[in-house]
């Protein structure tokens, strides 16, 4: 039997909110064209945040504008807070996805917010979210070790996941936004929202600051988890978040899913023609694990 895994590009977002070099609107909508013509059709594809915080995405509402409107394509827009919400209805946002943390201090540094206020933000934000029509996502950030406050109890965790679900969020994303997870916390804390949310509401955010990524991106498959954020590249990071390096990145993710037989409806080999595209437009891009492998081979896409 063949299942399906569900990739989301946080690129475009995740990926470019950290980099050095701000890229125009027309290199961000010619990177989404060769992630398009990969196959993905799940992007997290901007955020409403302050520009003076993240320069890097000021044209969040004209990049939105400017992507093809496609029932097939799926696009969330991160947002901070109700102005944040506000501004992406306004550009014709269908999809959100507002960000929790899991700690005093990464609610403060993020988002210049306490948790008991990021939490009700987030509720409202969801809830009218559903309300409107729009799809709604809930990152719970530092799931499970915040730079600040160190190692989250899994207890912490599990009630906001459980707020979040209630306020009526459709896709729980639980995000080790430092890269500071291992193997056993993640099969436990998947396992317990696997069963308790069904595999269809949960999502895995790894990054791959210790090189783990994809062992903990497959630790979570096994777990039940079929819906995955990777970004192109390996690009990515949190500016607000001390020690977050890249996503793990989407070429390593589709690489050992379609290897082992899971359907991901991406093409490996159009994909490293992306991974080229985020290469040349951004210098900082490292590329994933598997790049110099895949380019060494004779057949290898260029
Ligand atoms: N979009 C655009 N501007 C916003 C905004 C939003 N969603 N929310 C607030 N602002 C503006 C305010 O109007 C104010 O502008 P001014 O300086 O011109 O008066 C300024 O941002 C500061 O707003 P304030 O309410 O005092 O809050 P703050 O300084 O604590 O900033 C955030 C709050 C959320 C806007 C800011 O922390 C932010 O953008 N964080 C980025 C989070 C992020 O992208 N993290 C990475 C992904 S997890
Ligand atoms: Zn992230």
Redesign the pocket.
Known sequence: MTERILINEVGL??GL?NQPSILSTDQKLALFHTLRAAGIRDFEAT????????PQ?ADAAEFLRLLPQDRSLRYTC??????????ALAAGATGIAV?L?ATEGLNQK????SLVQATEVCERVVRRAKDEGLFARA?I?AAFACPFEGLTPPRVLFELLDRMRTAGADELAIAD?IGAANPRQVKDVFQEAINRYDDSHVAAHFHDTRGLGTALAWTAAEAGVRRFDSSIAGLGG????PGASGNVATEDLVFMFNDVGFETGIDFNALLAAVGTAATMLQAARGGHIVPWARSRPQAAE
């Open positions: 977002r995740d909110q955020s409403f945040v302050s520009p003076k915080h993240v995405l991160l947002i901070p807070n109700e102005r944040g919400y506000e501004r960000v943390s993020n988002i210049g917010m990152y950030a936004t949190c500016p607000f978040a």
